[in-house]
């Protein structure tokens, strides 16, 4: 079946490094979307990987591995209002999106 | 968790035709729906946004009378493409938002692939 595993939560200190992983199964690849996601607000667009490796964005870095069916969304010099949902996507050989549930990133002082 | 259900997942139409989506959550009151549209390879864009019982509200360039949404119980949206064109053929996907261990977080439904022809 298609399936896409990430963390519930995590914590991280503001200032700071944090890794989200994602693992997904699916029916052929179109590629690997991660999302923000504020209490209460839509989702807002954040990187795609179709091909390996890293793609850097400011402060955000996405990593894809097709091989392993594994990515990782990257952040640094957190600050509090990253405290979001992050959410990780697949979409498969027909164009439906995976959808993961969603990592939790809470950020303290 | 809770569960958007999203139908059809798939649909083929003609040019000048009506197709409707449906999106339900299937074990929470959502509030409110966003329904969305995905180009190939490309993020997901926000069509607009609908509360139970009110108007939805749309995002800039998107018609209004060429996609009706209707947000008629805590339950149910639906997203009606009127006279649908080729350039309609796209991907869209609805999510909805509820209260899940006391947060309030979005689902999304699976996504409907459109093809008009």
């Known amino acids: 079946g298609q399936n896409i595993d990430q963390p519930t939560e995590m914590t991280a200190t503001e200032g700071a490094i944090v890794q989200i992983n994602c693992t997904y199964q ?21 990187s795609y990987n179709v091909l390996d490796g890293l793609e850097e964005k400011g402060r955000f870095s996405s990593f894809l591995s097709r091989s392993k069916g594994y990515s990782y969304l990257l952040l640094k010099e957190l600050q509090m209002k990253d405290s979001a949902s992050y959410l990780c996507a697949a979409m498969d050989s027909n164009y439906q999106l995976i959808w993961g549930a969603g990592t939790k990133l809470i950020i303290k002082p | 968790g809770a569960v958007v259900s999203q139908h059809p997942s798939r ?10 989506i449906e999106c339900r959550s299937l074990d929470f009151q959502a509030t409110t729906m966003f329904w969305y549209r995905q180009f190939p390879k490309q993020s997901l864009m926000l069509m607009a946004t609908s509360n139970e019982g009110s108007k939805a509200t749309y995002e800039q360039g998107v018609e209004k009378d060429k996609f009706l949404i209707n947000h008629a119980s805590l339950t149910l949206s639906t997203l009606t493409v009127t006279s649908a064109h080729p350039e ?13 261990g006391g947060d309030t977080e979005a689902f999304f439904g699976q996504g409907t692939r459109l093809t008009v022809v």
């Open chain 1, 26 to 46: 699916t029916s052929g690849f179109n590629g690997l979307f991660w999302y923000q996601q504020h209490a209460g607000e839509a989702p807002t667009f954040l």
């Open chain 2, 11 to 20: 649909v083929i139409c003609k040019s000048g035709t009506s197709v409707k």
């Open chain 2, 88 to 100: 309609d053929s796209s991907f869209y996907i609805c999510s909805a938002t509820g209260v899940e």
